[in-house]
């Protein structure tokens, strides 16, 4: 065995580390933002915060799965938030599990489903709401992009 697929093997596990340690981070994080109504669901109504308040936005968090890749209006209004995000500094990463996603930020009973394909954390002034797995999720965001990948896919944990 070489160098190079032993160091590799080290980085595949570190990257499966990283990635399970994401998910868990963002998990706590849309928990946490929703309980403190910190929190946007649906690509209409994100949209409608960042042309409003974009320096509220703190986090976002874009959802698809094969049912909906080739749903080319959606692929059009995720082009225009991933260049939003970019030109305010905004960190963002894709989940690929929208059941999921539903599952952690649920709806009221009364409510129809929400649409989790975009979401986002907002925070209302820079110091009143602080969170670690934001924080977590920053360095995340940060690491993906140091190795060229500008929207990393998050893995949510399993429950």
């Not at 959606?74 to 970019?86: G, K, P, V």
């Not at 059941?99 to 009364?110: E, F, K, N, T």
């Not at 820079?126 to 993906?144: H, M, N, T, Y």
Request: hydrophobic letters at 40%.
């Amino acid at each position: 065995m070489t160098f190079e697929e032993l160091s590799g093997q080290d980085n595949a596990a570190a990257t499966g580390d990283r990635m399970q340690s994401a998910g868990t981070a963002l998990e706590e994080l849309l928990v946490s933002a929703k309980k403190q109504d910190c929190l946007t669901v649906g690509v209409y109504e994100s949209a409608q915060v960042m042309n409003v308040d974009p320096d509220s936005v703190a986090f976002c968090v874009l959802a698809t799965n094969e049912e909906y890749e080739c749903d080319i209006a959606l692929q059009i209004h995720f082009t225009l938030i991933q260049a939003f995000c970019f030109d305010n500094d905004i960190n963002i990463v894709r989940v690929n599990d929208i059941g999921r996603l539903a599952d952690i930020v649920g709806s009221d009973q009364d409510e129809e489903p929400k649409d989790v394909h975009c979401m986002l954390v907002t925070s209302p002034s820079a110091d009143s709401w602080k969170d670690s797995a934001l924080e977590r999720l920053g360095l995340f965001c940060e690491e993906s992009r140091n190795v060229y990948e500008w929207v990393p896919t998050i893995t949510l944990p399993e429950r």
